[in-house]
């Protein structure tokens, strides 16, 4: 009897490739910030990277199409008053991005369609309610503006970008630092790795946790974790003696993985990023010059090792283009944007093939940026599947609709709006809001919102001095 001794798979000649120098983004002081986010968000117009920002935090943000050296002076988002540790595109607008902060804060930004041209320090919506360093900020893959956040507080918000609030507190799960949230297919469940070596399934909806395996990793050093299209969870680790480990998990069942492989001894974290078209994980370790991919099947040993792209330089952090920005005229499966000390080095993983003709094997249907249920829709209880696209013809964006941030309660009773004066910062006596009705506002006052949980602040500016000058003048007298 014939027995096979290679495995049949079409993406065992995946190669990766790095972009020409004139193709590289150069001149960016890429972050130095200890923390083990990806530092770089991708989508087919933008690429957003954290920089060096002094008095505070800041990231780029630069079309796709402007490469080359990057001027000290081009403008930044740069409304952080701490550090950047994380930032995420959201699939369904692809001028919209999330960031979350050192300052316990995450913003949400509107890009402008064909870039930055002056830097970006109000965002359009500011939403408060950790009470340390916000590490993950990931947007839901389904419904619209729902994004969540985890920070140093051990706390996982879930907001509804479209009026600011706080819908989801998950507060009493976690007992220590979270390295790691990820959401299914679907955005019904969530899984988390922690400090406290637990990898926890949950439905954030109803705050329970479905599955949790303790010392998946039994190593002290930071774990990640991620869904599969096919509801299992993949996860990086470290083992005893600091080996580096990957696993599949059965939520199902999680007292013994499905398969365990160990790699290497490096200490860089492991990043997984995955293509759920393909069932392929690439691995990316901070601070290694390689990138690793494997093949996820329903035969053993599941976790199938494919290839390894090498380079000379270490990456500090890596972005991860979706499957509506690749090429598909040169079979491009997959494209990453590696961060070196100063700049951006885009490599391009693709499959040989001899014909011209577009390859439905290696790109069925994908990810669409349309979402499947609205924010509201999602918090009451509904799922949806993601609305899937054919590439057959390339990836056509649409007009992206502004965001639009309605804010509940507000003005509702006039009485009860506490008034700051502009300058100070300090309630003021001389001038409250209750003095002016919702209709007697003049139309040229500005009005800033902040969301400050668990109500909604509205200052107005007038255009009269403020009672700080009228209280140094009576000083004076």
């Given at each position: 009897?014939f ?75 740069c ?27 995450v ?17 359009v ?45 998950l ?14 297919r ?8 922690c ?10 909806r ?35 003696m ?17 398969t ?49 792209f ?15 920005g690749?090429?598909?005229?040169k ?25 011209d ?27 949806g599947?993601p ?19 309605i ?36 139309v ?19 255009k ?14």
């Amino acid at each position: 009897m014939f027995r096979r001794v290679v495995r049949q798979s079409k993406f065992r000649h995946v190669f990766g490739q790095a972009v020409k120098n004139d193709q590289c983004y150069d001149d960016i002081r890429v972050s130095r910030v200890t923390w083990d986010s990806s530092f770089c968000a991708v989508n087919p117009k933008f690429v957003a990277i954290i920089v060096e920002a002094s008095g505070g935090g800041a990231f780029l943000v630069l079309p796709l199409h402007k490469t080359g050296r990057i001027d000290k002076a081009y403008p930044t988002v740069c409304g952080h008053t701490g550090p950047v540790l994380d930032i995420d595109w959201c699939p369904h607008n692809d001028h919209v991005i999330a960031s979350g902060s050192e300052d316990c804060t995450v913003m949400v930004w509107q890009v402008p369609e064909n870039g930055l041209t002056s830097s970006m320090s109000e965002p359009v919506v500011v939403l408060e309610g950790h009470s340390k360093r916000v590490g993950i900020v990931t947007w839901h893959p389904t419904a619209r503006n729902v994004l969540l956040s985890a920070g140093c507080d051990n706390l996982i918000i879930i907001w509804n970008v479209g009026t600011g609030e706080a819908m989801i507190s998950l507060d009493d799960m976690h007992p220590d630092v979270i390295f790691s949230v990820s959401w299914s297919r679907n955005g019904s469940l969530i899984c988390t790795a922690c400090k406290d070596k637990k990898v926890r399934v949950i439905d954030p909806r109803n705050q329970q946790i479905t599955a949790e395996k303790d010392k998946a990793h039994e190593g002290a050093r930071p774990m990640r974790a991620i869904f599969l299209a096919d509801g299992n969870v993949f996860t990086t680790g470290f083992s005893r003696m600091s080996e580096r480990q990957l696993a599949l998990w059965n939520p199902k069942n999680m007292d013994e993985p499905i398969t365990v492989h160990e790699m290497d001894t490096s200490n860089g974290v492991l990043l997984p990023f995955y293509d759920p078209d393909t069932n392929v994980v690439y691995l990316c370790g901070k601070g290694d010059s390689s990138i690793r991919y494997f093949e996820i099947t329903d035969e053993a040993p599941y976790v199938h090792y494919l290839n390894t792209f090498s380079s000379k330089e270490p990456q500090r952090g890596m972005g991860y283009m979706p499957k509506r920005g690749l090429d598909v005229n040169k079979c491009e499966i997959a494209r990453f944007y590696k961060l070196h000390e100063r700049k951006c080095e885009p490599i391009i993983m693709t499959v040989p093939r001899k014909s011209d003709l577009f390859q439905d094997d290696l790109y069925p249907d994908t990810a669409g940026p349309d979402c499947a249920l609205e924010a509201e829709e999602w918090f009451e209880g509904k799922n949806g599947d993601p609305i899937l696209i054919s590439l057959k013809h390339g990836y056509i964006p649409g007009k992206n609709r502004d965001l639009k941030v309605i804010k509940k309660n507000l003005y509702t009773n006039p009485s009860l709006i506490p008034f700051s004066c502009p300058k100070c910062h300090m309630p003021s006596d001389s001038h409250t809001a209750s003095t002016y009705s919702p209709g007697s506002l003049p139309v040229s006052a500005p009005l800033i919102l902040h969301r400050k949980l668990p109500r909604t602040v509205a200052i107005y500016q007038p255009k009269q001095a403020c009672h700080q000058r009228s209280n140094s003048s009576s000083q004076m007298e």
